[in-house]
């Protein structure tokens, strides 16, 4: 297996666009298998902890606010072109399949990892757009990080034009039971109506 530098250079080597962005592409592709792995290694106890952040309000909002409902928790930012906007109605439409199926009204959460540019306006602006329960979580740049790390978030900018990046970062879905806790994640491949499914037996086997 090569590394970053070889990849790197091949890319450069390829002297192309499509080279550039396959390196990009593969990078993820590594760093996602990467950070799966470590997940289910770890385990389920290590995924999730502690956060301190503002929701789209401007509201002091911390993990101790997730207590007493389910929630599902998704990382992205608010200037992601595509995946973002379809994970987000993917998010929308299973929690109401969720609701349809078990009667558990799901907390739906998005978290940005893109702080600088996303102000608290930004992000009320955003979460308007996919479901009127959804909540939006920003904060200083610190904290913001400690959130993306307790759930093991991987992020990076793709360049240093403080006006003009993208930020590439894990797509997982976190399911978290009513006292908070972490009770599974799911990856970019699960539609809609698997994510529901799921998340419904979940929810009906912790209820017997
Ligand atoms: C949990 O959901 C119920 C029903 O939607 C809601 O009334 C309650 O405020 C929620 N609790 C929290 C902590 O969000
Ligand atoms: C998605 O991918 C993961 C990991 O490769 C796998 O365990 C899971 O079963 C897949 N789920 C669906 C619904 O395809
Ligand atoms: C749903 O999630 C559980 C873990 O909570 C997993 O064991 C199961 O395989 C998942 N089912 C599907 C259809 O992805």
């Not at 297996?1 to 993820?28: K, Q």
């Not at 503002?54 to 997730?66: I, M, N, P, S, Y």
């Not at 978290?111 to 939006?136: C, N, W």
């Not at 590439?168 to 399911?175: F, Q, R």
């Given at each position: 297996?090569?590394?970053?530098?070889?990849?790197?250079?091949?890319?450069?080597?390829?002297?192309?666009?499509?080279?550039?962005?396959?390196?990009?592409?593969?990078?993820?592709?590594?760093?996602?298998?990467?950070?799966?792995?470590?997940?289910?290694?770890?385990?389920?106890?290590?995924?999730?902890?502690?956060?301190?952040?503002?929701?789209?309000?401007?509201?002091?909002?911390?993990?101790?606010?997730?207590?007493?409902?389910y929630?599902?928790?998704?990382?992205?930012?608010?200037?992601?072109?595509?995946?973002?906007?379809?994970?987000?109605?993917?998010?929308?439409?299973?929690?109401?399949g969720v609701e349809k199926q078990t009667g558990h009204?799901v907390?739906?959460?998005?978290?940005?990892?893109?702080?600088?540019?996303?102000?608290?306006?930004?992000?009320?602006?955003?979460?308007?757009?996919?479901?009127?329960?959804?909540?939006?979580?920003?904060?200083?740049?610190?904290?913001?990080?400690?959130?993306?790390?307790?759930?093991?978030?991987?992020?990076?900018?793709?360049?240093?034009?403080?006006?003009?990046?993208?930020?590439?970062?894990?797509?997982?879905?976190?399911l978290?039971n009513p006292?908070?806790?972490?009770m599974s994640?799911?990856?970019?491949?699960?539609?809609?109506?698997?994510?529901a499914e799921n998340i419904s037996g979940v929810i009906t086997k912790q209820k017997v």
């Amino acid at each position: 297996m090569g590394g970053p530098v070889s990849y790197a250079s091949l890319a450069l080597t390829l002297g192309t666009g499509a080279g550039i962005l396959w390196y990009f592409n593969h990078e993820r592709e590594r760093k996602l298998a990467e950070i799966r792995s470590k997940q289910e290694s770890v385990g389920v106890a290590a995924i999730g902890g502690p956060f301190d952040l503002l929701d789209q309000d401007g509201k002091r909002f911390t993990h101790e606010d997730l207590r007493g409902n389910y929630s599902l928790l998704y990382f992205g930012f608010t200037h992601c072109p595509d995946i973002c906007p379809d994970e987000l109605e993917k998010l929308a439409t299973a929690i109401d399949g969720v609701e349809k199926q078990t009667g558990h009204k799901v907390l739906p959460v998005f978290i940005t990892v893109d702080p600088e540019r996303d102000s608290v306006p930004k992000v009320k602006a955003y979460v308007k757009q996919f479901h009127p329960r959804l909540i939006g979580l920003t904060g200083p740049l610190e904290k913001v990080k400690a959130a993306a790390k307790a759930y093991r978030v991987y992020y990076t900018k793709t360049n240093d034009d403080p006006n003009d990046y993208l930020v590439d970062h894990s797509i997982i879905m976190y399911l978290l039971n009513p006292d908070g806790q972490f009770m599974s994640f799911y990856g970019k491949n699960y539609t809609a109506t698997e994510l529901a499914e799921n998340i419904s037996g979940v929810i009906t086997k912790q209820k017997v």
